[in-house]
């Protein structure tokens, strides 16, 4: 009976060791981007579909955060929705995934349906401060927007003309966030990557162009940015991370990056 009682550890012990050595799940991380939330949940879930001894992840802490967490080694892939800086180009590649519209959003109840670049960059800057300066109603504009190391406000400000001039009521550190304050308030303004748009927002046209696939892909709708996969540049990725960044680079990733609401680029 004491040898029993004394076995039964070491059997423990072994069934423990057997359990975790036989485990042949693969990881591949990724951080970054909010506004890549859809496109690489699409991506993620139709790659490990396909290859079940995988498990892709996603850390959704803003495109500056996915930089540095692959420079820094504590990832595989980067997820940025504005263009590397060229301090970053040193160490990491940028790879475009899909092009991706920021819309301008406001809230149903309000009645501006179109707006032009000048007039965006105007209401951020704070000189137009009232919605019926564009035909709306008798009501002060309330401009929501992202963090500073936010990629979709580097890209909207870049293109807006707004860098560093933009006053903002709110600053939030997600698209999800964005869309949820501009729903929730009639007087308010702000912008989110198309793919996270609902129904609980309008997005407006500018100068007259709606954003949709067809309209990012011909560059008639001006308020757009790439989707980037950020990569290091001097060590080679993981067996499986390569295959997971290969499968979104090629042209069976597209109808995924369609379903997410971006468009695929020309590979």
Do not use: H
Not at 9 to 21: D, E, I, K, R
Not at 91 to 99: G, H, K, R, S, Y
Not at 153 to 171: L, P
């Amino acid at each position: 009976m004491k040898i029993l009682r004394a076995a039964i550890p070491m059997l423990l012990a072994a069934a423990t060791f057997t359990s975790c050595g036989s485990a042949t799940e693969k990881t591949v991380s990724t951080d970054g981007s909010t506004s890549m939330e859809k496109v690489i949940g699409y991506l993620s879930e139709a790659y490990m579909a396909d290859n079940s001894d995988v498990k892709v992840t996603y850390n959704p802490t803003g495109s500056g955060s996915g930089i540095q967490a692959v420079q820094e080694g504590r990832c595989d892939i980067g997820l940025s929705s504005r263009s590397l800086k060229d301090e970053e180009k040193a160490d990491l590649n940028e790879t475009v995934v899909a092009i991706d519209g920021i819309a301008v959003i406001v809230n149903p109840a309000n009645s501006v349906t179109d707006v032009t670049l000048d007039e965006i960059a105007q209401i951020y800057k704070g000189e137009i401060t009232n919605w019926n300066e564009l035909g709306g109603s008798d009501a002060p504009i309330v401009c929501i927007g992202r963090e500073a190391a936010s990629g979709t406000r580097d890209g909207f400000e870049s293109v807006t003309g707004t860098e560093d001039s933009c006053k903002y009521a709110q600053e939030l550190t997600s698209t999800g966030d964005v869309v949820q304050t501009v729903s929730s308030n009639p007087n308010a303004i702000g912008y989110a990557s198309l793919a996270s748009v609902s129904d609980s927002v309008t997005a407006v046209s500018v100068e007259g162009v709606a954003p949709t696939n067809d309209t990012i892909l011909n560059g008639n709708y001006k308020v757009q940015r790439n989707f980037v996969l950020v990569t290091p540049k001097n060590k080679e990725l993981s067996d499986e991370a390569q295959k997971f960044y290969d499968f979104c680079m090629s042209g069976s990733a597209d109808e995924y990056i369609i379903k997410a609401g971006a468009v695929p680029v020309e590979k």
